[in-house]
């Protein structure tokens, strides 16, 4: 089991921008994926972005165009870079992680992942 912590969730404007971190001993397991989901109030958990541990990286089509996931490996921390927020993307922001055994990329499916944070909430205002 990886703990994971995220931070950086809070209230902004539309247009604003915002900066999540997640961090966890990922390095148990060898190579790795994680992944920033999210959740909005009677809504499913849908996919944002995930990032392989050689920095390969999937977004969802929703948000390619204003949001950034990062890696810095030797802070066993990632980051998504949130530009451009719109009402819609106010949600709870989930971090997860997994063992990487694909063959290419991260897979964008939150059941892929068995490691999961408590979540951050970013609430974006018209």
């Known amino acids: 089991l990886v703990q994971l912590v995220e931070s950086g969730g809070d209230s902004v404007q539309a247009g604003g921008s915002l900066r999540l971190s997640c961090e966890g001993p990922v390095y148990r397991y060898g190579r790795y994926c994680m992944g920033w989901f999210r959740q909005a109030p009677g809504k499913e958990r849908e996919a944002v972005g995930t990032?392989?541990?050689?920095?390969?990286?999937r977004y969802a089509d929703s948000v390619k165009d204003h949001f950034l996931i990062s890696l810095d490996s030797a802070k066993n921390t990632i980051y998504l870079q949130m530009n451009n927020l719109k009402s819609e993307d106010g949600a709870m922001y989930y971090c997860a992680a997994a063992e990487w055994k694909w063959g290419v990329g991260c897979p964008l499916h939150a059941v892929a992942f068995p490691d999961w944070g408590q979540g951050t909430q970013v609430n974006v205002s018209a």
């Open positions: 990032i392989a541990d050689d920095g390969e990286t």
